[in-house]
Each structure stands twice: as C-alpha cells, then as structure tokens.
C-alpha cells in the first residue's frame, strides 16, 4: 500500500529566511507526487508536482520541491520565506484507480507553516 | 471558471438525518471525486467518478451514497448521519490525463 508521512506537524521559520517542508513516501512502482497548500475554511490549491524528469521541481508562488529517489523524499522549499507563506502544507502520492487515468491521492497528515515576521 | 464549487458550507445534521452534499465544476473534468478530512489527517477518498453515469468506491465509501448524471455535478448522499461522519468534505475534479486535481471550498458537517 502507498503511504506519505510528514514528520513535522509544524515549521515554523523567519520571514526572509529559507524554508523546507519535508515529506517522504512508500509507493511501489514509480511515484506521482504532489504539494497542495490549504489556508484556514479554504481548499487545497495545487502548489506543484513530479511525474518524471527533472528531480527539481518548480511550482506556484516561488515554491520548488526535489525528488530523491534513493531517500524517498519530496521535500518543498522555499529560498524566502513570506508571513503570507502561512498555511497548512499536504503532501501526496497519486495511485492509478481504474482502467481509465482516474488517480487516487493519499495525503500525508499535514504540516502547519508559520512564517514569523 | 469559478472552479468547483460545493454547498452548502456549513451543516449540522442530528443524527439520522439525510442530506446531500452539492459538487459542480465549469472546466469539463471527466473526473470527480469525493475525499473527508478528518482533524489533523490528510484527506481520505470516499468515491469517484470518470464520466457520466459512472461511479466507484473509493477508501471510505460505507455510509455515503453518489450519483454522477452529468458532467458538471457530482452530489454526495448521506442516509442515514452518524457521529462517524463529523468531517469536513472536499469535492475535487481533474481532467483525463492530467493528473492534476482541482479542489472545491468544502463544506463542514457536524452530525449530533
């Protein structure tokens, strides 16, 4: 079965300073992975995702997430953090559900960003 | 586009209540989808759908009821509430091949 952990509830960083969100995962096969952001009584907006190519993976509002393989990890990064950064960060892995190219995404519990002014 | 929309977004149900939960989206997803957060958990897939009149049980289903008639609209039925269905419900829609999934607001259900 495929799984996704963050082993962080919480980050909390400095506005300006560098951040990291980690996440790793359990998939058999090669993994579809994902970032979504979810900011209070609102979705979850897709940040980015790796299906295959390049480990760097670059996404919405200067966020950038790298796939190591060897480490099964997608951490998120961020080279500046904004106190608008402030929000809960899911990871996921995407698994193939039907004979079609519908996709189940399994979502790690959640990582709550706070970016300190 | 407004995306996808559900409602309402806040409900409190006693228990045995039925109600039905509204998903539409305007961006022609053949895809839709049904997930539950429950506090401090990721989300967890109750149902889905790949085109009109076809649905699928997801992770979750036991307790929830789907019907998919058109493109646009994807309700989630419950018969009869339970405590265990004290969730916050996201309804989400991709299009075919792009693995992308597009989420809705949510809406918040208390069941007494």
């Known amino acids: 079965a495929q799984s996704v952990a963050q082993p962080e509830d919480q980050v909390n960083v400095a506005e300006g300073n560098p951040l990291t969100v980690k996440c790793t995962y359990s998939v058999s096969g090669n993994p579809y992975l994902f970032w979504y952001v979810q900011y209070p009584n609102r979705g979850l907006q897709f940040l980015l995702k790796y299906i295959t190519g390049d480990n760097l993976v670059k996404g919405s509002y200067g966020f950038e997430a790298e796939f190591n393989k060897s480490q099964t990890s997608f951490h998120l990064k961020k080279p500046s953090a904004l106190v608008s950064d402030s929000a809960l960060y899911f990871c996921?892995?995407?698994?193939?559900?039907?004979?079609?190219?519908?996709?189940?995404?399994?979502f790690g519990s959640g990582t709550q960003l706070t970016v300190l002014p | 586009n407004a995306g996808v929309t559900q409602t309402p977004k806040f409900r409190i149900l006693k228990i045995g209540q039925s109600m039905t939960l509204q998903c539409t989206q305007d961006m022609n997803h053949n895809y839709m989808y049904w997930y539950r957060q429950d506090p401090g958990m990721g989300l967890k897939l109750i149902y889905y759908?790949?085109?009109?009149?076809?649905?699928d049980k997801g992770e979750v289903p036991n307790g929830y009821n789907v019907s998919r008639s058109t493109t646009e609209d994807f309700p989630l039925r419950l018969e009869l509430a339970a405590p265990s269905q004290t969730s916050v419900y996201f309804c989400a829609s991709d299009a075919q091949g792009t693995d992308t999934q597009y989420f809705g607001p949510g809406t918040r259900l208390t069941v007494l």
């Open positions: 759908s790949v085109g009109a009149g076809i649905t």
């Open positions: 996921a892995v995407s698994l193939k559900i039907s004979s079609g190219s519908a996709r189940q995404l399994t």
